[in-house]
């Protein structure tokens, strides 16, 4: 193995992942690479039916359309298949990918979901027998226990929604294979995910990689006659249409991380954070906020809107993570507009369709550095998760304390652009200390994260002088960070031990740049 | 040294978290230890170390300890390690050293909020006393006192484990400016909780199912010189005709108010939203704790859920004389202030004859006289506990 780089924050990263050289982080906006974007292939109309229809005629299930349609993809060893994860864990197509490869006798894919859940532990067994070579993207539970312990062959790359589209979009990975479940499509491939029996809200995700794949592929349960409208997905971006019976479970789009919290420690931190957007002058008439998945950060929605409502307050504009939450606020006209980039759950879906201030959006629009501007550092205010923080306010969203790879990064680091970044975090865990020296594994800098939300109250970076002054004579408790630190070791009764691991590392951690901020290494025993 | 007894502390199962189960069998060999950790990476060997400790230093040297941790904290262990050593040892009084304070004062024991007679307790919150998880941030909610409960929220089996995780929890978590109180069990058990809390930095005792003076009189000798407060409560068709003498019966009684689960019980009727099956008792228990210059404090609302049935009942608690009420959740507590707070109407009225009163006193006048029309003087005394209240209430916001 070649010695490890520092990057600019002083963490250790490979020189080489899964045969590409790494860039080492170079500090926010300190990598500005040059050159062009990469491109697909150029087709001819002439290789595709004049009548539009791009439907794959098999018969069977998924998994028996699925292997034609990747057989005449023209589906090898060793390529790169991508998927969308708008099904959260209601997810059907990604494992039914995989069962048509495998069928096919095809090793060493790489997989390259926009994120992975639970419901994709049947892929463990792929990973076990060579069908797959290794994932780049967020894993979630059981894949990600399997990535930490060292197991998979190649190494695990973590990348935020917005990261995803500036690998593709820069050439840093290269889509062979896209397969896009789709809730309603035409024979054509334009494709919709705000109706039909397995709607989900929007297809934002699948973008790019309609895009910028070698080869696309739509698999929808309801084919509609062209054209499919609206469309979200452009059929001149797809190769083939495949007809199944069921895409996706629409209810599992609902999860822990997408409910309101009901714990009252849990929504006293929400209720901290609102009263603190509130009192500092954030929550002022035209104001824009996002609230990302977790119980925590919705709940800090439900507050919010109360106090909209009794300062007569409204906002131009709130980014989503949609929920019902911020769809009653559009429907009571305290905002007139939802830039969503996924649905949280089914109030979601239906406003999207039926609420034209309800806009669907894509990383591109929302997240991508390496475009000429994007919507996360526009909005006001944003509230985010992490499972860890440290004194210097950087932040940890993918591993436990215990080193253990369990959770994806999403729009987390592409949001830390907003004004004003607020995590909200329990104090402690059943005795794990959120607040430490040092995260685990550094996944956003401290120098983009303004306050760290607890139930004891809030703390604030000493860099923003401004909130900490609009801060004074607010209700919401403010307090030291190293004072916070200190009470909470003392109940758990000194900081945790260090997590044991080994030297090799397993997954590298990219920033929004394409350069790696920080490695994850082998949980050990 | 009496043998050894098999025994077991603490708490198990999959919905555990922030606790630890200890079991002890005893056994010739030198003390051998089963131990299995949520947190062994985390925290695996100082717990070990702080529970193979404690065993030794109270002479637990022989047998098998089983450990099974869920993320206890040192408070917690503490507490199981004191409750299983008393029963292997058969030893009711051995005491574990609790964890130091997370908010000591100047001399190093538990910071107390000062705490006086006739002090806000609009909320109480009740905590089951053998679940740690509830008791670490209470105080951060914001009600006006905790209680820390050892009665009717404990399993019959659980007593001891409860009074040992209370202890420690009393010397070692911070209830900020909330007053503590401790609900202890009925009777003989009650005295025999008072006795293990001997000590622990705690405001007032909630005494459950009093039915006559002589109960509090004996809880008197047992407190001592203590400053422990005391709040009666009636919860028996007996209890709620003594109430007046109950209420007089001791000088640390600071508050009267009445359990209606088992009044309701005792009297053989169904509780009621309504509650006119226990409107005489109500009325009762306020008129006795007035009579006896002793706040009035209404039972629990238990639907957690129905927020908008809670707000009607403090509201008709609040008219009929009542100051205050428990809770069972954190979510009540917001709605109990608010609904015990007088409206914006009523505190600048009695502001007004307030300062009409301290006008005329000023002046030398007898008489107090608001434009045209005189003011008796129980409306100025009135108007001074609502102003006063208000005052309060205001800080207490602050601090919430």
């Known amino acids: 193995m070649t010695e490890p780089l520092q990057t600019k924050a002083g963490r250790l990263v490979p020189a080489e992942v899964n045969g590409r050289d790494v860039i080492p982080y170079a500090g926010v906006g300190g990598h500005r690479p040059q050159g062009n974007q990469a491109a697909p292939p150029i087709r001819s109309c002439a290789d595709y039916p004049a009548d539009g229809d791009k439907r794959v005629h098999a018969e069977g299930d998924m998994v028996a359309k699925l292997k034609v349609a990747l057989a005449h993809a023209g589906l090898k060893d060793g390529m790169t298949i991508s998927t969308h994860h708008h099904f959260r864990n209601g997810d059907l197509v990604a494992n039914a990918v995989f069962d048509a490869a495998k069928a096919l006798g095809v090793k060493d894919l790489r997989w390259f979901p926009s994120a992975s859940f639970p419901c994709h532990a049947p892929l463990l067994a792929y990973l076990e027998d060579g069908t797959i070579h290794h994932i780049e993207g967020s894993m979630n539970g059981p894949l990600g226990d399997f990535c930490s312990q060292g197991k998979m062959r190649g190494m695990g790359v973590l990348r935020s929604h917005g990261g995803r589209w500036q690998a593709v979009q820069d050439g840093e990975v290269h889509i062979d294979i896209a397969v896009l479940a789709a809730p309603t499509a035409d024979a054509f491939g334009n494709a919709t995910g705000d109706r039909g029996p397995s709607a989900c809200g929007l297809l934002g995700f699948g973008l790019v990689d309609s895009q910028y794949a070698d080869h696309a592929i739509v698999v929808t349960d309801n084919l509609v006659p062209f054209p499919c409208l609206p469309w979200q997905i452009q059929g001149q971006n797809i190769d083939q249409v495949v007809e199944v019976d069921k895409v996706g479970i629409p209810e599992k789009i609902v999860s822990g991380t997408t409910r309101v919290t009901k714990s009252p420690d849990r929504l006293l931190i929400a209720e901290h954070i609102a009263k603190f957007v509130r009192d500092v002058g954030i929550m002022k008439p035209g104001f824009s906020f996002q609230a990302g998945a977790g119980g925590i950060t919705l709940a800090f929605a439900m507050y919010l809107k109360e106090y909209m409502k009794e300062a007569g307050v409204a906002a131009s504009f709130v980014r989503g993570g949609s929920n019902q939450y911020l769809v009653e606020m559009l429907e009571e006209g305290l905002t007139p507009v939802i830039l969503d980039g996924q649905t949280f759950d089914l109030e979601g879906v239906r406003s999207m369709r039926e609420n034209s201030g309800h806009q669907h959006t894509s990383p591109f629009t929302s997240y991508n550095f390496h475009g000429k501007g994007n919507f996360s550092s526009m909005i006001d205010v944003v509230v985010l998760g992490a499972t860890e923080v440290d004194v210097h306010f950087n932040a940890n969203v993918v591993t436990h304390s215990d080193g253990r790879l369990l959770h994806g990064i999403g729009g987390w680091q592409n949001c830390l652009f907003s004004r004003c970044t607020i995590l909200a975090v329990p104090s402690v865990r059943d005795r794990i200390p959120v607040i430490l020296d040092e995260v685990t594994t550094m996944v956003g800098p401290g120098e983009l994260i303004d306050v760290i939300a607890t139930e004891q109250g809030l703390c604030i970076n000493p860099a923003r002088t401004d909130l900490i002054e609009a801060a004074r004579g607010s209700q919401v408790p403010i307090l030291n960070i190293h004072d916070l630190k200190s009470r909470i070791d003392q109940l758990c009764g000194g900081p945790p031990a260090k997590p044991k691991l080994g030297d090799e590392f397993v997954a590298a951690i990219q920033w929004v740049d394409g350069t790696t901020i920080d490695a994850v290494r082998r949980v050990k025993g | 040294m009496a043998s050894l007894q098999p025994c077991e502390s603490g708490r198990r199962g999959d919905d555990v978290r922030g606790d ?85 004062s100047a001399d190093g024991t538990p910071q107390l909020s000062s705490t006086r007679k006739d002090r806000l307790r609009r909320s109480r919150l009740y905590l089951p006393g053998n679940e740690a998880k509830y008791m670490l941030n209470a105080g951060l909610h914001g009600p006006d006192a905790v209680i820390l409960d050892l009665e009717d929220s404990v399993a019959p089996a659980s007593k001891q484990d409860a009074v040992a995780l209370v202890r420690h929890a009393l010397w070692t978590l911070d209830f900020g400016s909330c007053e503590r109180m401790v609900r202890i ?15 622990a930095p705690l405001h007032l005792v909630l005494i459950p199912k009093v039915e006559s003076a002589e109960e509090i009189h004996a809880l008197d000798q047992v407190v001592g010189e203590t400053k422990i407060l005391f709040m009666p409560i009636l919860e028996t068709a007996r209890g709620v005709l003594n109430a007046l003498a109950i209420a007089e019966a001791s000088p640390r009684n600071v508050a009267l108010t009445l359990g209606l689960e088992d009044l309701t019980a005792d009297l053989g009727v169904v509780k009621t939203p309504g509650g006119a099956e226990t409107a005489w008792a109500s009325s009762q228990v306020i008129y006795a704790a007035k009579a006896a210059g002793l706040q009035a404090i209404d039972s629990v609302y238990g639907n957690v859920a129905d927020e908008d049935g809670l707000r009607r009942s403090v509201k008709f608690a609040k008219s009929i004389g009542f100051e205050g009420k428990g809770c069972v959740h954190p979510r009540q507590i917001k709605i109990i202030h608010q609904e015990f707070a007088p409206s914006e109407e009523e505190v600048a009225k009695a502001r007004a004859i307030v300062a009409a009163f301290e006008e005329a006193q000023a002046k030398g006048l007898g008489v107090v006289s608001l434009g045209s029309k005189m003011i008796d003087p129980p409306v100025v005394k009135r108007a001074q506990a609502l102003v006063r209240l208000a005052d309060e209430m205001t800080s207490a916001e602050k601090n919430d």
């Not at chain 2, 079991?23 to 299995?36: D, H, I, K, R, V």
Request: net charge negative; hydrophobic share 45%; proline share 6%.
């Open chain 2, 20 to 104: 630890v189960w200890l079991a002890y069998a005893p056994g010739n060999q030198e003390l051998a230890w089963e131990f299995s950790s949520k947190l062994e990476a985390l925290f695996g060997a100082t717990t070990r170390q702080l529970l193979a400790e404690l065993a030794a230093n109270h002479g637990l040297t022989s047998g098998t300890l089983q450990v099974e941790d869920k993320g206890a904290y040192p408070f917690v262990l503490r507490a199981r390690m004191e409750s299983l050593l008393q029963k292997a040892l058969a030893d009711e009084s051995i005491q574990v050293s609790p964890e130091p304070p997370l908010a000591p």
């Open chain 2, 185 to 199: 069990n009925q009777g003989e058990a009650g005295i025999k909780d008072l006795q293990a809390l001997a000590g």
